[in-house]
C-alpha cells in the first residue's frame, strides 16, 4: 500500500510547509508516501463556488487510479490521533486497500 496525499494549491504557511514535511519524513519509515500538489486554478474568481469544487475534482480525478482507495481528508470530519491513523491504516492495508 502507498499513500498519495493530493492537495489543491501550494501551502504558502512555512509553518504548516515544515510540518508536513515532518510528517512525510516519518510516514515514509512506516509506508510508501508522495505528495502531489494540485495547482490551483487559473481564473477561479471568475467561477462560481460550485464550478471552481468541479475542476478541482477533475484534476484531483486523473491523478487516481482504477482501484485506488480514497479517503476525503476535512477539516470538519473526524480527527485521529496518531495511534488511531496508524490502526485505520494498518486495517486499510490488511484489507488489500492500495
Excluded: C
Excluded at 504557511?13 to 508522495?34: C, M, N, Q, T, W
Amino acid at each position: 500500500m502507498k499513500l498519495l496525499l493530493l492537495v489543491v494549491g501550494r501551502t504558502v504557511d512555512k509553518h504548516l510547509s515544515a510540518l508536513i514535511d515532518d510528517y512525510a519524513g516519518r510516514i515514509k519509515h512506516y509506508v510508501p508516501f508522495e505528495m502531489e500538489v494540485i495547482p490551483e486554478l487559473k481564473n477561479a474568481k471568475s467561477l462560481s463556488f460550485e464550478q471552481q469544487k468541479e475542476r478541482e475534482g477533475e484534476l484531483l480525478l486523473r491523478s487516481l487510479k482504477e482501484g485506488d482507495a480514497v479517503w476525503l481528508l476535512d477539516e470538519g470530519g473526524r480527527e485521529f490521533r496518531s495511534i488511531e491513523l496508524a490502526t485505520f491504516l494498518d486495517r486499510q492495508h490488511s484489507s488489500g486497500a492500495r
